[in-house]
């Protein structure tokens, strides 16, 4: 009879054990699916609020690729004195200048964008410093040399501006 009493207590346990099992997967479910809900509303909403904040970003650096471009910080930075050597400090300062204006810009883009970004304005002060060290004698001759040298040569700035949209298409 014993025997029978456990059988039959075996039997009522089952499908309470099975129902329990069930219900808990169904729960565990349903709490990994409304996880997953918030967690997608939140960076939606996230989204919404950096989405202008990061473009404008890349919007101020791409004004920079375009202000130290070679022929537009030539003909905006004029030569104050005739002296070539003063003429390349102030070139480069300017370009330091406006870099430093916009540091904290890189918060808002991806490191390989940013080291693109300093890449370019490495390289365009490289062009300026070979430009002067030519035989050059005075500052506009120095103006003349640089932009000389940088017409046969896809521009620092204008590569880093195209990876600079091609970014922008990808946060799209």
Same mark, same amino acid.
């Given at each position: =009879?014993? $025997?029978?009493?456990?059988?039959?207590?075996?039997?009522?346990?089952?499908?309470?054990v099975?129902? $329990?099992?069930?219900?808990?997967?169904?729960?565990?479910?349903?709490?990994?699916? %409304?996880? $997953? @809900?918030? @967690?997608?509303?939140?960076?939606?909403?996230?989204?919404?609020?950096?989405?202008? #904040?990061?473009?404008? !970003?890349?919007?101020?650096?791409?004004?920079?690729?375009?202000?130290i471009?070679?022929?537009?910080?030539?003909?905006?930075? !004029?030569?104050?004195?005739?002296?070539?050597?003063?003429?390349?400090?102030?070139? #480069?300062?300017?370009?330091?200048?406006?870099?430093?204006?916009?540091?904290?810009?890189?918060?808002?883009?991806?490191?390989?964008?940013?080291?693109?970004?300093?890449? !370019?304005?490495?390289?365009?002060?490289?062009?300026?410093?070979?430009?002067? =060290?030519? %035989?050059?004698?005075?500052?506009?001759?120095?103006?003349?040399?640089?932009?000389?040298?940088?017409?046969?040569?896809?521009?620092?700035?204008?590569?880093?501006?195209?990876?600079?949209?091609k970014?922008?298409?990808?946060?799209?």
């Amino acid at each position: =009879m014993k $025997g029978e009493q456990i059988l039959q207590m075996f039997g009522f346990l089952l499908p309470a054990v099975v129902t $329990g099992v069930v219900a808990f997967y169904f729960f565990k479910m349903h709490t990994k699916n %409304e996880d $997953g @809900r918030r @967690r997608f509303l939140l960076h939606k909403d996230t989204q919404k609020n950096t989405l202008p #904040i990061r473009l404008q !970003a890349y919007e101020r650096m791409a004004l920079f690729l375009e202000r130290i471009a070679i022929p537009s910080l030539v003909v905006r930075v !004029a030569p104050k004195s005739t002296n070539k050597n003063d003429y390349e400090t102030l070139l #480069i300062k300017s370009i330091e200048t406006e870099f430093d204006h916009n540091l904290s810009q890189q918060i808002y883009m991806t490191d390989e964008c940013w080291n693109v970004i300093k890449a !370019a304005k490495s390289a365009t002060i490289q062009m300026i410093r070979k430009a002067a =060290m030519s %035989e050059t004698d005075s500052a506009d001759k120095l103006r003349e040399d640089v932009l000389t040298e940088t017409m046969d040569k896809t521009s620092p700035s204008t590569t880093a501006l195209s990876f600079v949209k091609k970014e922008i298409g990808d946060l799209w």
